[in-house]
């Protein structure tokens, strides 16, 4: 009983780790856009993300009923499979943040309990019917249709202020992105800060101490939101610097359409229950917000490697959660081997960081690529 106990701990500490690297790998979906435009200096940006990403956190938990028991059987679920899980995620997260990809930490966290539930207890115990119309449906509709309402929404921005003097209007908009950006953090904790709450919930219903389909009880939310909030609140200024100058040219009006869009449709999805990577749908809101707005210029080189990143991650990160499970099911030793690789790990990827360091006096500087420029036709 105490080598269970001992590791409950050592899985709700991992879970809370992923879900601070979560919140710093998240920051650019509410604030990259806000921040890149100039509606909000930097540092007061995570500040307002990171509060709102813990208030957030207490809207909803529909979405952790979905991770503890709609996508792996949790009769079939040990706590080192969670555990392989988590360290499959958190590694994914750490290497994407390293390079300034805004990959989904939510599709990193399924990918790795997925590999890691299915070594560990077979493929019976991975609910593949729910994956697909929980997960990967929505992971290929909701940047489609955000991108969309998007391209739409600046189209219409523009359209109805092309009589308003531009200072005017970009005044305007920079007021209502403060709002704006406001919702999609807010948005971001009711979905994101839900996917930790649900696999410490998985954790706590694999030892008995929850019944099988409970909710979370009140500590493993306000955990789950502060680890969000408190990572948000780190930056995660090179990913915020891809989303907010890499992706495409954005301006104040854009910047208003792309958050207003993103927060509709993840809220949305919140309310249903579906736990879809708000990364995802931030990034199609920024790139429909680049094709909505005449002659702006959309780096195609750079959404290619965005997509490739979002490619990856469901098996990239099963692959590391499945080698984690099978080192981890050899007992205390194979736990602790797996324990300190992680370590290594997050150790080297925070040394290689500060080689190009990105920080909030150069987050909006970025080397023009014109290979990668295409200007675009009217909408």
């Keep these: 009983m105490g080598t269970v106990s001992f590791l409950l701990v050592v899985v ?37 993300a990171g509060a709102l990403n813990l208030a957030g956190a207490f809207l909803s938990t529909e979405v952790a009923k979905t991770i503890s028991g709609g996508i ?22 750490l290497l994407t943040w390293l390079a300034g990809l805004p990959s989904s930490s939510s ?3 399924f990918g790795g309990l997925i590999g890691a539930v299915w070594v560990g207890a077979g493929g019976s115990a991975v609910q593949f019917g729910a994956i697909v119309e929980k997960i990967l449906i929505p992971a290929i509709v909701s940047p489609l249709v955000a991108c969309v309402v998007a391209l739409l929404a600046t189209y ?25 950006a406001s919702l999609v953090a807010l948005a971001h904790g009711t979905n994101d800060a839900q996917k930790t709450m649900g696999v410490i919930t998985l954790a706590l219903i694999s030892t008995g101490a929850l019944a099988h389909d409970s909710a979370p009880p009140w500590w493993v939310v306000l955990l789950s939101g502060m680890a969000i909030a408190l990572g948000t609140y780190t930056g995660g200024w090179r ?5 907010g100058k890499g992706l495409t040219d954005i301006e104040a009006p854009q910047g208003f359409a792309a958050e207003t869009s993103a927060t509709a449709v993840i809220l949305a999805s919140s309310h249903m229950g579906f736990p879809l990577s708000t990364t995802q749908v931030c990034t199609g809101s920024i790139l429909g917000a680049g094709l909505g707005r005449r002659l702006a210029q959309v780096r195609w080189g750079v959404a290619g490697r965005i997509a490739l990143s ?26 602790a081997l797996v324990a300190a690789v992680a370590a290594a790990a997050a ?20 080397p023009a690529r014109p290979a990668e420029c295409v200007e675009q036709p009217a909408a």
């Design 72 to 93: 792996v059987d949790d009769a079939k679920v040990s706590l080192v499979m969670i555990f392989a899980g988590l360290v499959g995620a958190l590694l994914w997260n």
């Design 239 to 243: 990913i915020i610097r891809t989303m």
């Design 347 to 366: 150790a080297g990827f925070w040394a290689l960081s500060r080689h190009r360091p990105v920080t909030p006096d150069n987050v909006n500087e970025l």
């Design 156 to 180: 219409f921005a523009y359209v109805i202020t092309r009589r308003t003097a531009p200072d005017q209007a970009r005044q305007g908009f920079r007021r209502g992105q403060v709002g704006s």
């Design 107 to 109: 599709h990193a966290l």
């Design 12 to 48: 709700v500490l991992t879970a809370l780790a992923f879900d601070f690297t979560n919140g710093f790998h998240d920051t650019a979906n509410s604030m990259a856009t806000s921040i890149a435009t100039g509606a909000l200096r930097p540092r007061v940006a995570v500040a307002v």
């Design 310 to 335: 979002w490619l990856l991650t469901l098996p990239a990160a099963a692959a590391v959660g499945g080698a984690a499970a099978w080192t981890a099911d050899h007992g205390t030793a194979g736990v």
